[in-house]
T-cell receptor, first 119, second 109 residues
Framework: GAVVSQHPSRVICKSGTSVKIECRSL??????MFWYRQFPKKSLMLMAT?????????EQGVEKDKFLINHASLTLSTLTVTSAHPEDSSFYIC???????????????FGEGSWLTVV | AQSVTQPDIHITVSEGASLELRCNYS??????LFWYVQSPGQGLQLLLK??????LVQGIKGFEAEFKRSQSSFNLRKPSVHWSDAAEYFC???????FGDGTTLTVKP
């Protein structure tokens, strides 16, 4: 199946600093990528939908100035957590929806997730 | 509004027993439907998907799912569960990437 790579897989940062998480579709193009946050033993919470070449669409309650999303190309989206605080510590997952036809078209593939710890 | 519901929060089955995880969707039209599995601390792995055509779809790891339009369901099944199947399972619909709340599967020896 298609591969979505997230980097870094684990990151520890100091409170007040910013941290960037990358999401790359390695062998397919994705005009749409999604960013989620997952708390322990909880489901995925969709944070925002990232569309290549345009502004991200944020879900209600998600601070767009704190969680900056950029989708600069058909294979890369980034999430930057600005002025991170301990309550931002979480597991962040991205997904990418493949474009085009064929068996893999419109399929959503997930990255491996990134653990963020803010100390 | 689009939604996906997984009625069972936690299911426990014995190793070797059959498994069925329930998923119901609410959409205006037939959505693209997916099942994913997540092991602790890991991302989500695609098990199978339904777009159209044959309503019984086969996936990886011996899983299958059946789309039933009349019941708005897309239940996941496996005839014989292995201990390694213990994980969190998510049903999802494409469009706005709508997810169910997940079902935790525990496998008893």
């Amino acid at each position: 199946g298609a591969v979505v790579s997230q980097h870094p897989s684990r990151v520890i940062c100091k409170s007040g600093t910013s941290v960037k998480i990358e999401c790359r579709s390695l062998d397919f193009q994705a005009t749409t990528m999604f960013w989620y946050r997952q708390f322990p033993k909880k489901s995925l919470m969709l944070m925002a939908t990232s569309n290549e070449g345009s502004k991200a669409t944020y879900e209600q309650g998600v601070e767009k100035d704190k969680f900056l999303i950029n989708h600069a190309s058909l294979t890369l989206s980034t999430l930057t957590v600005t002025s991170a605080h301990p309550e931002d510590s979480s597991f962040y997952i991205c997904s990418a929806r493949s474009i085009g036809g064929g068996a893999d078209g419109n399929t959503i593939y997930f990255g491996e997730g990134s653990w963020l710890t803010v100390v | 509004a689009q939604s996906v519901t997984q009625p069972d929060i936690h299911i426990t089955v014995s190793e070797g027993a059959s498994l069925e995880l329930r998923c119901n969707y609410s959409y205006g039209a037939t959505p693209y439907l997916f099942w994913y599995v997540q092991s602790p601390g890991q991302g989500l792995q695609l098990l199978l998907k339904y777009f159209s055509g044959d309503t019984l779809v086969q996936g990886i790891k011996g899983f299958e799912a059946e789309f039933k339009r009349s019941q708005s369901s897309f239940n996941l099944r496996k005839p014989s569960v292995h201990w390694s199947d213990a994980a969190e399972y998510f049903c999802a619909a494409a469009g706005k990437s709508t997810f169910g709340d997940g079902t935790t599967l525990t496998v008893k020896p």
